[in-house]
């Protein structure tokens, strides 16, 4: 599911991207040992396109980088808060990341492995995209909030079974594409 809309529709076309930029951690930058790329006080860092730099998380973003990588400066926080250092260190968007890793799981890699028909996994696929209303909003006590109809419901039995975590995973993944993730 997650490859017919990233990939085979194009995420710039049917994806929530004021909230990938916006309320996710997808243009977070990523250095070269998989952690979050952070400036000297320990805030991530992403790549504003508006002014071509580095800028922390919580600074003013006029239009941030979902895609691509970036020489940048900064440090990364690895494991028992290990710091390592980095200058001109080519880093990539998370989302980028996230694209790269769904890339060979298409469609029919998926019938493979589960047998359902790839055109079945592409058009459910689609009709999650169709009723995920992107861009509408709704007005609940007088705040307007994105409005995305769709979820995904999953039973005990794949939550505890083989390949739960993944699962679980995915479907937030769904969620968080199309601004879902905690809205009506």
């Not at 998380?57 to 940048?72: K, N, R």
């Not at 980028?96 to 469609?107: G, I, K, V, W």
């Not at 409005?147 to 937030?172: D, E, I, Q």
Request: hydrophobic share 40%; net charge negative.
């Amino acid at each position: 599911l997650i490859h017919r809309i990233v990939h085979e529709r194009g995420f710039a076309e049917v994806c929530d991207i004021p909230a990938l930029k916006e309320r996710s951690n997808s243009p977070y930058l990523i250095g070269p040992n998989g952690w979050f790329l952070r400036d000297a006080e320990g805030k991530p860092l992403i790549w504003d396109l508006s002014d071509g730099r580095a800028k922390p998380f919580d600074a003013d973003i006029g239009d941030a980088a979902l895609t691509g990588s970036y020489s940048v400066d900064g440090c990364e926080q690895g494991p028992d808060n290990a710091r390592i250092e980095h200058a001109g260190v080519e880093a990539k968007r998370a989302f980028q990341l996230f694209l790269e890793h769904m890339a060979p799981y298409t469609p029919e890699w998926a019938a493979a492995e589960c047998e359902i028909p790839a055109e079945t996994i592409r058009r459910v696929a689609d009709e999650y995209i169709a009723h995920a209303c992107v861009g509408e909003t709704i007005e609940i006590e007088g705040v307007t909030l994105p409005y995305r109809p769709v979820a995904v419901m999953l039973g005990k039995s794949v939550n505890n079974g083989w390949g739960g975590f993944h699962t679980c995973w995915a479907r937030t993944m769904l969620a968080v594409l199309v601004g879902a993730l905690e809205v009506p």
